[in-house]
């Protein structure tokens, strides 16, 4: 998992340029801001309020008086923040474990897993959450085998096909991140050094944080405090209005690391913190039960626009009304290991998710046997898995990303139980299909809001970011929706209603996303539309479940 399968997109030539152009002082007039879409433009109708949103009012005014049932819905994630006063509430605990005993009271295999449970973490309070990405950890293993070979040894064709795989998109990536890190590097310094310059202006200690309305108060006396302001005004206007400066910063900050990581890897990280073999799945335990370190933020964001407490005047209102959350660990800052994953799902389906959101994703899959094996497992369980497609702007049909449901043994091309989101913006324009999102007709199923939405972040913080990562929760969201008010649904059938629910957008002309070129939105995705809370609940309302006892 990598910046930009994981939200926040930071492009480095646009924040780059937008940095240094700024700085350089050839920007003597404020930029023009574009005018961002309403907080809540995620959960909006697009006749009455002139957003592409999902209409959850319209979905809620339609199961009025109707009783709900409770819903688990897990999240593959980075964690989350378990104090946030948007999600304490919805938050699922284990009752089975009795908290901070340790002891396995359940006999599940996890020691005080009271909220979920931390597949990263280690002894001491400590987690692996700044990895690389699979193409240089697969490169560093193989390269003392293959390094210095030209053709494949007799008997290792398939191994040695593999690892010229490895080699070129280890290539590509180490190429593009050290790309960017001479790009984003002099972006950071930059970005420091106005950021204390705007701090002093304001008379703001050096650990207090601002943002753009703070940039109107400032009258500023000499260049080098225009061009800070300048600077800041660019940054804020391609962030977003609720960005702070510590919060862009951070995030920066975070992406660095990961990118620092790629092309000089602490291969060791691993197994000096977590301790067990990544390649080896022996059914031994491992991990920890804190779901909440240093980079929560995104799990946190993900977890909130499926659920957050509704209509409480605090935060955001998530989609769903009646959930709980269950936080789980496994992606870290960089790429997430297939035995993680694939323990995850078996972890949330064993206890008791109904549908489960994985907003992450990478280039290569050494164990997608024991994925797929997963996605499988969740199947036989009816539960329902939401997948980020992703946000290389890459066709999915041509090259998928991992994981992924055509599985390696040939059983399935396109499981029932899986839905992939593409990323819409708010609008219905040629800007329609997010710049990032991946796409695909016969592999990304759907297109939900995934441009400029905003979700609470960790300790009462707001963020507004972009990503197919936050599509896919807000799929999620729906899908637990629709379970609430009708529990005897298959998880089949939850996929067919939410997908049914986009209406294809059959000639609607939108830019390819990453590309210049006007397409049909309808060969973008399998059903050419944009989920819709209202339009799945009257779907779903018409269907006889298939779910046995319930």
Same mark, same amino acid.
Request: aromatic residues 8%.
């Given at each position: 998992?990598?910046?930009?399968?994981?939200?926040?997109?930071?492009?480095?030539?646009?924040?780059?340029?937008?940095?240094?152009?700024?700085?350089?002082?050839?920007?003597?007039?404020?930029?023009?801001?574009?005018?961002?879409?309403?907080?809540?433009?995620?959960?909006?109708?697009?006749?009455?309020?002139?957003?592409?949103?999902?209409?959850?009012?319209?979905?809620?005014?339609?199961?009025?008086?109707?009783?709900?049932?409770?819903?688990?819905?897990?999240?593959?994630?980075?964690?989350?923040?378990?104090?946030?006063?948007?999600?304490?509430?919805?938050?699922?605990?284990?009752?089975?474990?009795?908290?901070?005993?340790?002891?396995?009271?359940?006999?599940?295999?996890?020691?005080?897993?009271?909220?979920?449970?931390?597949?990263?973490?280690?002894?001491?309070?400590?987690?692996?959450?700044?990895?690389?990405?699979?193409?240089?950890?697969?490169?560093?293993?193989?390269?003392?085998?293959?390094?210095?070979?030209?053709?494949?040894?007799?008997?290792?064709?398939?191994?040695?096909?593999?690892?010229?795989?490895?080699?070129?998109?280890?290539?590509?990536?180490?190429?593009?991140?050290?790309?960017?890190?001479?790009?984003?590097?002099?972006?950071?310094?930059?970005?420091?050094?106005?950021?204390?310059?705007?701090?002093?202006?304001?008379?703001?200690?050096?650990?207090?944080?601002?943002?753009?309305?703070?940039?109107?108060?400032?009258?500023?006396?000499?260049?080098?405090?225009?061009?800070?302001?300048?600077?800041?005004?660019?940054?804020?206007?391609?962030?977003?209005?609720?960005?702070?400066?510590?919060?862009?910063?951070?995030?920066?900050?975070?992406?660095?690391?990961?990118?620092?990581?790629?092309?000089?890897?602490?291969?060791?990280?691993?197994?000096?913190?977590?301790?067990?073999?990544?390649?080896?799945?022996?059914?031994?335990?491992?991990?920890?039960?804190?779901?909440?370190?240093?980079?929560?933020?995104?799990g946190t964001g993900v977890a909130s626009l499926?659920?957050?407490?509704?209509?409480?005047?605090?935060?955001?209102?998530?989609?769903?009304?009646?959930?709980?959350?269950?936080?789980?660990?496994?992606?870290?800052?960089? @790429?997430?290991?297939? $035995? !993680?994953?694939? #323990?995850? %799902?078996?972890?949330?389906?064993?206890?008791?998710?109904?549908?489960? /959101? &994985?907003?992450?994703?990478?280039?290569?899959?050494?164990?997608?046997?024991?994925v797929d094996a997963a996605f499988k497992y969740?199947?036989?369980?009816?539960?329902?898995?939401?997948?980020?497609?992703?946000?290389?702007?890459?066709?999915?049909?041509?090259?998928?990303?991992?994981?992924?449901?055509?599985?390696? @043994?040939?059983?399935? $091309? !396109?499981?029932? #139980?899986? %839905?992939?989101?593409?990323?819409?913006?708010?609008?219905?324009?040629? /800007? &329609?299909?997010?710049?990032?999102?991946?796409?695909?007709?016969?592999?990304?199923?759907?297109?939900?809001?995934?441009?400029?939405?905003?979700?609470?972040?960790?300790?009462?913080?707001?963020?507004?970011?972009?990503?197919?990562?936050?599509?896919?929760?807000?799929?999620?969201?729906?899908?637990?929706?629709?379970?609430?008010?009708?529990?005897?649904?298959?998880?089949?059938?939850?996929?067919?209603?939410?997908?049914?629910?986009?209406?294809?957008?059959?000639?609607?002309?939108?830019?390819?996303?990453?590309?210049?070129?006007?397409?049909?939105?309808?060969?973008?995705?399998?059903?050419?539309?944009?989920?819709?809370?209202?339009?799945?609940?009257?779907?779903a309302s018409k269907l006889k479940g298939e779910?046995?006892?319930?």
């Amino acid at each position: 998992m990598n910046m930009h399968k994981f939200g926040k997109i930071f492009s480095g030539a646009v924040l780059c340029s937008a940095v240094l152009f700024s700085y350089s002082g050839f920007a003597q007039v404020a930029p023009v801001a574009t005018p961002e879409p309403p907080k809540a433009w995620h959960l909006m109708d697009l006749k009455t309020d002139g957003f592409f949103g999902i209409s959850a009012k319209q979905a809620y005014l339609f199961v009025a008086g109707k009783k709900s049932k409770q819903v688990v819905v897990a999240t593959i994630d980075s964690g989350i923040d378990t104090a946030q006063n948007d999600l304490k509430p919805i938050l699922w605990t284990n009752a089975k474990e009795i908290p901070g005993n340790g002891i396995d009271d359940d006999h599940n295999g996890y020691v005080d897993d009271i909220h979920g449970w931390n597949f990263l973490g280690g002894s001491g309070g400590k987690c692996d959450f700044t990895e690389t990405t699979e193409e240089v950890r697969e490169y560093n293993k193989l390269k003392g085998k293959y390094g210095t070979i030209v053709s494949a040894p007799k008997g290792s064709e398939k191994e040695f096909a593999y690892w010229e795989k490895v080699k070129l998109t280890f290539e590509t990536t180490v190429k593009k991140s050290k790309e960017e890190i001479a790009q984003l590097q002099p972006a950071m310094n930059a970005l420091m050094a106005t950021s204390g310059y705007i701090k002093r202006a304001l008379n703001l200690k050096t650990d207090a944080s601002f943002t753009v309305k703070d940039l109107a108060r400032i009258k500023a006396s000499n260049d080098t405090l225009n061009q800070s302001k300048y600077v800041w005004q660019s940054v804020f206007d391609q962030e977003g209005g609720s960005a702070t400066n510590a919060k862009i910063i951070a995030d920066l900050s975070e992406y660095l690391a990961k990118l620092n990581n790629d092309v000089n890897p602490d291969l060791d990280a691993r197994k000096r913190i977590v301790g067990d073999d990544p390649d080896v799945q022996d059914g031994k335990p491992y991990g920890s039960n804190i779901v909440k370190f240093a980079d929560a933020s995104h799990g946190t964001g993900v977890a909130s626009l499926i659920g957050a407490v509704r209509n409480n005047g605090y935060g955001i209102n998530g989609v769903a009304d009646n959930v709980r959350i269950m936080a789980i660990k496994a992606v870290p800052n960089g @790429d997430e290991y297939d $035995k !993680d994953i694939a #323990n995850a %799902i078996r972890y949330a389906v064993d206890n008791g998710a109904q549908v489960i /959101n &994985m907003s992450f994703g990478k280039k290569l899959s050494p164990h997608k046997g024991w994925v797929d094996a997963a996605f499988k497992y969740a199947a036989s369980k009816d539960v329902l898995l939401i997948q980020a497609s992703g946000n290389d702007n890459l066709d999915m049909d041509a090259k998928p990303e991992f994981p992924n449901d055509i599985f390696e @043994d040939g059983s399935a $091309k !396109d499981a029932d #139980n899986l %839905i992939s989101v593409g990323a819409s913006a708010a609008k219905l324009d040629e /800007n &329609m299909a997010g710049t990032f999102s991946n796409y695909g007709k016969k592999n990304v199923d759907v297109f939900a809001p995934g441009v400029k939405v905003t979700m609470v972040d960790t300790d009462a913080e707001f963020n507004t970011a972009d990503g197919t990562s936050f599509s896919s929760p807000i799929t999620a969201g729906i899908a637990a929706l629709v379970l609430e008010y009708y529990p005897t649904l298959s998880a089949k059938q939850v996929k067919q209603v939410i997908l049914e629910s986009a209406t294809p957008l059959q000639g609607t002309m939108v830019l390819k996303p990453g590309e210049k070129e006007k397409v049909d939105f309808t060969t973008l995705s399998k059903t050419g539309g944009i989920v819709n809370a209202y339009k799945a609940l009257v779907i779903a309302s018409k269907l006889k479940g298939e779910r046995a006892g319930i």
